[in-house]
């Protein structure tokens, strides 16, 4: 089992930007893809991008533009920047290896 720690989410208002760390350890993090998600009460849990082992990413469905994810692979840590922060991105952000994920960091976006 792979231990990922989430970090960076808070409270911020509508139209700012945060960047969400995803740390891991060990070569399977760096030789693996590491995903994305997020969910909100009442709500799936929604796919937002991955990057792969190469830097490749991929994004789900209109979250490319605002939402950026890249590696650090000396630190081990994957970041997901969100840009032009809204109201409707508030939820529970936790990054996933394989059937792995953390505990999450929580966003909440305010007027």
């Known amino acids: 089992q792979v231990q990922l720690v989430e970090s960076g989410g808070g409270l911020v208002q509508a139209g700012g930007s945060l960047t969400l760390s995803c740390a891991g350890s060990?070569?399977?993090?760096?030789?693996?893809?590491i995903a994305w998600y997020r969910q909100s009460p009442g709500k799936q849990r929604e796919f937002l991008a991955f990057?792969?082992?190469?830097?490749?990413?991929h994004y789900g469905d209109s979250m490319e533009g605002r939402f950026s994810i890249f590696r650090d692979t000396e630190k081990a840590i994957v970041y997901l920047q969100i840009n032009n922060l809204k109201l409707e991105d508030t939820a529970l952000y936790f990054c996933?290896?394989?059937?792995?994920r953390g505990q999450g960091t929580q966003v909440t976006v305010s007027t």
């Open positions: 990057v792969a082992s190469n830097n490749a990413t």
């Open positions: 996933h290896l394989g059937s792995d």
């Open positions: 060990g070569d399977i993090f760096r030789d693996n893809p």
